[in-house]
T-cell receptor, first 113, second 115 residues
């Protein structure tokens, strides 16, 4: 049973560019959450997708957007990249029920130059 | 908004000894979930243990146990018989809805295991 997978593992972009990160949830999971983890910090919640809609959002600007597909996989898009967007981006999947555990993928390391 | 505080940036323990990592949180709600996650240098975040706030009994998973003090809003992690493989960043996290809610993380504690 495959766990949460993310692609690509590493990415280098320049300021102003746009980037798309991808996530496949753990088998049977229908909810996907995205987190940004700056170096030396704890992850910060970006948003959560369920039934192909953004259900909840953290304190991130509209430059961060996402999508969830019918097979529950998800994409995170970041427009107009800033140097400060350099971070590890983590995807987590879970069941949509109270108390369910979120399982994390290995992350995508984004470097903005 | 809820906050999670981990006041120990780094802890060191001898192999086979016991270590306790601290976590405090702030919320006005009574129903929530607390988690400890481990992030080794390979960076994959792994769940260590979880606690439902409505349960008075402290959660235990093999060598890992928590001391949940709801009134004090404290959620510490105790690791017994520390092993070299326990070396990692440990993050305390809070959620109202578990899977159906975003997690709020602390800044983490770097645990070093001395052989």
């Amino acid at each position: 049973d495959a766990g949460v997978t993310q692609s690509p593992t590493h990415l280098i972009k320049t300021r102003g560019q746009q980037v798309t990160l991808r996530c496949s949830p753990k088998s049977g999971h229908d909810t996907v959450s995205w987190y940004q983890q700056a170096l030396g910090q704890g992850p910060q919640f970006i948003f959560q997708y369920y039934e192909e809609e953004e259900r909840q959002r953290g304190n991130f600007p509209d430059r961060f957007s996402g999508h969830q597909f019918p097979n529950y996989s998800s994409e995170l898009n970041v427009n107009a990249l800033l140097l400060g967007d350099s971070a590890l981006y983590l995807c987590a999947s879970s069941l949509d029920r109270g108390g369910a555990t979120q399982y994390f993928g290995p992350g995508t390391r984004l470097l903005v130059l | 908004a809820q906050t999670v505080t981990q006041s120990q940036p780094e802890m060191s323990v001898q192999e086979a000894e016991t270590v306790t990592l601290s976590c405090t949180y702030d919320t006005s709600e009574s129903d929530y979930y607390l988690f400890w996650y481990k992030q080794p240098p390979s960076r994959q975040m792994i769940l260590v243990i979880r606690q439902e706030a409505y349960k008075q009994q402290n959660a235990t998973e093999n060598r890992f146990s928590v001391n949940f003090q709801k009134a004090a809003k404290s959620f510490s992690l105790k690791i017994s018989d520390s092993q070299l493989g326990d070396a990692a960043m440990y993050f305390c996290a809070f959620s109202f809805g578990g899977g159906a809610d975003g997690l709020t993380f602390g800044k983490g504690t770097h645990l070093i295991i001395q052989p």
